[in-house]
């Protein structure tokens, strides 16, 4: 299993960012996906989830409204879009696959190595 | 959103000491809960799910335990490479919430 994250990077405040997380080693359409992210120093911030199918997603208030978690099982990749970035976005951001089959639990047996997202001007 | 309450903040402890930290939750969650251990620069490592649970490979020194607002996960004997800051996570609903985390150094 392998998860791999990649978009992040320096971004002014009020730009967008989608962040990819592309998968291999298992049957990615079987899996929910997460996003967690954590701050400078700080702790842990579970950000968004989306279903194995793609039909259910939940966010994080801090991000709701500016925020789209998609997936393409074609192509085994899950995003994260967040739009109108602020200096509180900076953070290093996680995917994250659960356990097991067709479950949006928050039991991450796998994760990325992350990818930092820097909001500055 | 249920808030997520883990003491101690940080602790100091010796190699071979019993460790436990503690996770309060703001409202039950039956037991919907994981514990996870981040060390320095890499991603957190799932240690407990459904409160009591041992993922596969974890060493049987860790433990959790407790139902509803009140959860414990315990060291039995601490080990060089068990420094780190340890997470919970209610899984009961959304959003998912973590707690703050808890540091363990050495003493």
């Known amino acids: 299993v392998q998860l791999v994250e990649s978009g992040g990077g320096v971004v002014q405040p009020g730009r967008s960012l989608r962040l990819s997380c592309a998968a291999s080693?298992?049957?990615?359409?079987?899996?929910?996906m997460h996003w967690v992210r954590q701050a400078p120093g700080k702790g842990l911030e579970w950000m968004a989830v989306i279903s194995y199918d793609g039909n259910t997603k939940y966010y994080a208030d801090s991000v709701k409204g500016r925020s789209t978690i998609s997936r393409d099982n074609p192509k085994n990749t899950v995003y994260l879009q967040i739009n109108s970035l602020r200096a509180e976005d900076t953070a290093v951001y996680y995917c994250a696959r659960v356990r097991v089959t067709y479950d949006s639990s928050a039991y991450y047996a796998y994760w990325g190595q992350g990818t930092l997202v820097s909001v500055s001007s | 959103a249920i808030q997520m309450t883990q003491s101690p903040s940080s602790l100091s402890a010796s190699v071979g000491d019993r460790v436990t930290v503690t996770c309060r939750a703001s409202q039950g969650i039956r037991n919907n809960l994981a514990w996870y251990q981040q060390k320095p620069g890499t991603a957190p490592k799932l240690l407990v799910y459904a409160s009591s649970s041992l993922q596969g490979g974890v060493p049987s020194r860790f433990s959790g335990s407790g139902a509803g607002t009140d959860f414990t996960l315990t060291i039995s004997s601490l080990q060089p490479e068990d420094f780190a800051t340890y997470y919970c996570?209610?899984?009961?609903?959304?959003?998912?919430?973590f707690g703050q985390g808890t540091k363990v150094e050495i003493k």
């Open positions: 996570l209610q899984d009961y609903n959304f959003p998912r919430t």
């Open positions: 080693g298992f049957s990615f359409s079987n899996y929910a």
